[in-house]
């Protein structure tokens, strides 16, 4: 087994997918907590200047989605055909969207702050168009699993389970969504990630 460590903040971010991945992998990993006021001398040591970065035996990879594809692919959760993998990646590519803009709307920079109009067309524009579809494709699952592609649990329920707790700030944003909902709640009881959820450490953001 590779020794892994993983480069990121004291905040959920960009890293917590990768997090879900190594507690539903049931893969040990190190992590190294980069304090925000740290950031700015450790930053030129990474190679595009960003976090989170995993260690691989010592060698350094950027990029979340990547990282998290490939731990995907190491872990068996992936789907079991190309089109499985074709579908959770649509769907990773819906919740990074609605993730970038629900950030847009609602920090900035690490700061919350509020726009009104980009948080009302978040909401009643964006988030039902694009969970719209995502709601389709679970109940659209041949085998009425309830997960997003298949009949187990791939990395693409984990985005999902991460952009719904991220967005679950305003706590009636979720309301309207039922198979959303169902969803969150079913991977968020398996075991793995319902031990992981319990213990991780209390991070706001």
Not at 101 to 118: P, R, T, V
Request: aromatic residues 10%.
């Amino acid at each position: 087994m590779p020794k892994y460590l993983l480069h990121y903040f004291d905040m959920k971010g960009r890293g917590e997918i990768i997090r879900f991945l190594f507690a539903a992998g049931g893969v040990q990993y190190e992590e190294n907590v980069v304090q925000l006021p740290d950031w700015p001398a450790q930053k030129p040591n990474h190679a595009l200047g960003l976090l989170p970065v995993l260690e691989i035996d010592g060698k350094p990879f950027p990029e979340s989605i990547s990282i998290s594809r490939y731990l995907a692919a190491e872990f068996g959760l992936q789907g079991k055909t190309n089109l499985d993998n074709l579908l959770i990646d649509v769907v990773v590519d819906q919740c990074l969207f609605l993730r970038e803009a629900f950030c847009d709307a609602n920090f900035e920079g690490e700061k919350l702050k509020q726009d009104a109009e980009l948080h009302r067309k978040f909401k009643d524009e964006t988030l039902p168009r694009l969970f719209g579809y995502i709601e389709k494709v679970i109940s659209g699952n041949s085998t009425g699993s309830g997960f997003v592609v298949g009949d187990q649990m791939t990395w693409g329920d984990l985005v999902l389970i991460d952009l719904c707790d991220i967005i679950a700030r305003d706590p009636s944003i979720l309301t309207p969504y039922k198979v959303i909902n169902e969803h969150r709640k079913k991977v968020e009881a398996l075991p793995k990630i319902a031990n992981y959820i319990k213990n991780r450490p209390l991070r706001e953001f």
